[in-house]
């Protein structure tokens, strides 16, 4: 209750109007309950209301008008509590709309059950309304083309259209439809309601999405590499037949797998047929021209003239097709180094040694009478200093001249050790071995040949520890030593050549090599099989093949180590009536026996049954002649076992290798 209201209540107006209220109305009403001791001070004598005349003491009682000061009071305290309130209706309006709001995207979204809702397009192409299925059928029928040719590749004059299964790219109709279908669907209500709200203002275009496996696509672009990279091709030189021969260097090409993929990434995003050029670089190569050139200058020095090399009068001559087979061209860097191979020219002064030594002499001696004896008195020799002569020959090459380059051999003056006062002392006492083969049916420029070189063999001296040269004893076969042209093996083939026949002297030399226990430091077989030398091939035991060895001056050579301790005598007879050559070793013999062990035949061949046929420009047309006959191939293997007191101190293997080899024929072309 206010103040105001209870000095209004209780105050004295108050009292004096209900007490006049109450002699006005005489309705008085009785209180029942018991006054508050602050309002009402009890009465001591309560008198009879009856009799009213007679006492005038006021009642307590409610009137009416009190009544309906109250109930006005409860009316206005109810009005006060219904009194309206605007926070209070704005609070509950909040509310309601805020209620309402969120039902709004459920209820669109119920509304638009299994379909795509309004305003949602896919590059352009409207869906909303549309179920999975037709989603699908309407993105596999937009990109059509795209699905049937995504992409060409293309490089220079080259064009691949792969699939975008053979790239690993995906494209998933299934999941782009159910991705359309959650626009609008997914998330909170806030997320739902601003996608609902982005489309009913402005729709929402998508692009589809492609899964894309970079490792296979990267794989599928490595598969393409083959056809389309090189590697870079230095720049070489050769040297053939003395001519130098150029080949330029050439650039190389790889495929860019990393930028070619990213502009195929970009490609695909377009969704749409495209073309895409793979991306490449050129590797340069590590020699190029410019040091191809350079190359070339270096090698035309070397070549630039012929090198003469001279001892006295006497000269020999190295034509650029001799000197290009000393060169050695080989990249270091980036540049091409031409020198001469050190190995290769100690080879060839070796080679070389061979003819400018042959001059040396020891006296001829001939076995008789229980000793020996001079026949011809021995003569003063040279011998190459090898080494010295190398480094005059490479410094003479490195500079260029047009006329002939000239180098001075230095020699070492050779005297015969030999002589008539020490001839006692030499150790021939006896016949050590001999060897034999027999040259039956040969023609006479090969019997010619076959005398030449005895002589050039008989009687010569060979010291302790020495080894013998066949080529340097013999010397050039030429028609200056009395050598005549005649067929001979050259190149695997029979053809005309000075002393053809030779090789029936060095494979009667080796025999008696072979029986004295000697050591064979060089022997080459023939390429085919002759049937001359079969005769005599096992000495005591019997004929057969295996048992022969070829030379050629500078290529081929026989060689033996004397290692007996004393001095040999080769005697090298010719028995012209019953064309038998025979070569017979004597010395002291260090108590050693031969014994052969052998042929071993394996890997037999047939002849080729096709003959080959040769055209030879310097016989006259229509001409023809058979120059070899076919013969089997196989391979023969021959032991020797050196026994010393009954014990095999040593086991030499000897092996040739007959080719298969068909007739041949020449024909003239000329």
């Known amino acids: 209750m206010s103040i105001n209201d209870y ?92 209620i309402v709001v969120m039902c709004i995207p ?33 993105l596999t029928a937009r990109y059509a083309d795209f699905l049937r040719e995504p992409v060409t590749l293309t490089f ?30 997914h998330g909170d209500v806030l997320t739902r309601l601003r996608e609902q709200w982005i489309l009913w203002r402005h729709g929402i275009d998508i692009a589809p999405r492609l899964t894309i496996d970079q490792a296979r696509l990267q794989a599928y672009l490595q598969s393409l590499a083959p056809a389309i990279e090189a590697p870079p091709r230095d720049a070489a030189l050769s040297v053939v037949a003395g001519n130098i021969l150029g080949t330029p260097g050439q650039a190389g090409r790889q495929v860019l797998v990393d930028e070619s993929a990213q502009d195929l990434l970009l490609a695909l995003q377009t969704l749409t047929p495209q073309h895409v050029e793979l991306r490449s670089r050129a590797l340069a190569p590590t020699i190029n021209d410019a040091a191809l050139r350079a190359a070339q200058q270096q090698a035309e020095i070397f070549l630039s003239s ?24 080989h990249p270091v860097g980036e540049e091409l180094l031409v020198e001469i191979d050190p190995e290769r020219l100690t080879r060839a002064v070796a080679q070389l040694a061979q003819m400018t030594d042959s001059d040396k002499r020891e006296p001829r001696v001939r076995f008789g009478n229980g000793g020996v004896y001079i026949v011809q008195e021995g003569q003063q020799g040279w011998r190459l200093i090898q080494d ?43 016949l050590l071995a001999e060897g034999y083969s027999s040259f039956a049916g040969s023609a006479q420029y090969r019997i010619t040949n076959i005398k030449v070189g005895a002589t050039h063999t008989d009687g010569i001296l060979i010291a302790p520890d020495e080894e013998f040269s066949f080529n340097t004893q013999v010397g050039d076969i030429n028609a200056a030593n009395g050598f005549v042209e005649g067929y001979a093996i050259i190149g695997n083939r029979t053809q005309l050549e000075w002393g053809g026949g030779i090789c029936q002297n060095s494979t009667t030399i080796f025999r008696a090599a072979f029986w004295a226990g000697l050591p064979i430091t060089e022997r080459y077989a023939h390429p085919f099989y002759i049937s001359w030398y079969d005769r005599f091939a096992f000495g005591p035991y019997g004929d057969g093949a ?71 420009p310097g016989q006259p047309r229509g001409t023809i002649y058979q120059s070899d006959v076919a013969r089997h191939g196989r391979d023969i293997v021959v032991y020797r ?30």
């Open 7 to 98: 000095f209004q209540e209780y105050g004295p107006i108050s009292r004096r109007r209900a007490r006049n209220e109450a002699v006005t109305h005489r309705n008085p009403v009785t209180v029942t309950k018991p006054l508050s001791s602050t309002s009402v001070r009890p009465a001591l004598h309560t008198p009879d209301l009856t009799d009213t005349a007679k006492t005038d003491v006021p009642t307590f009682s409610t009137s009416p008008a009190r009544q309906r000061l109250k109930e006005r009071r409860r009316a206005r305290q109810l009005a006060q509590q219904r009194r309206f309130s605007p926070l209070r209706f704005a609070l509950r309006a909040l509310l309601i709309f805020t």
């Open 106 to 138: 459920y209820a669109v979204a119920l509304s638009y059950r299994g379909q795509a809702l309004p305003n949602i397009m896919v590059q352009g192409m409207p869906l909303g309304g549309a179920n999975a299925k037709m989603i699908r059928d309407g």
């Open 156 to 185: 220079e004059d080259q064009s691949w259209q792969p699939s975008l299964a053979q790239m690993g790219v995906d494209f998933d109709t299934h999941a782009m439809a159910d991705q359309i279908l959650q626009i609008g669907r």
């Open 306 to 329: 012929p090198l003469v090399m001279t001892r006295g009068e006497a000269n020999w001559t190295w034509h650029p097709e001799t000197l290009a087979e000393l060169l050695h061209i």
């Open 388 to 430: 010295e002569a190398a480094h005059l020959i490479s410094t003479a090459l490195q500079v260029r001249r047009r006329s002939n380059r000239m180098v001075a051999l230095p020699f070492e003056e050779q005297h015969p050790r030999v002589t008539a006062e020490n001839l006692s002392e030499l150790g021939i006492t006896q």
């Open 546 to 616: 295996g048992m022969d060895a070829t030379i050629y001056t500078g290529v081929n050579d026989l060689k033996f180590v004397n290692d007996t301790g004393n001095w040999l005598l080769m005697e090298t007879t010719v028995d012209e009536v019953n064309q038998i050559l025979a070569v017979r070793l004597y010395g002291t013999n260090p108590g050693r026996e031969v014994v052969l062990d052998g042929p071993y035949v394996s890997n037999e061949v047939s002849a080729p049954t096709t003959p080959v046929y040769i055209d030879d």
């Open 641 to 670: 076992a050196i026994v010393e007191q009954g014990v095999e101190v040593r086991r030499d293997s000897f092996f040739t290798r007959f080719k298969a080899w068909p007739n041949v024929f020449v024909r003239g072309t000329g």
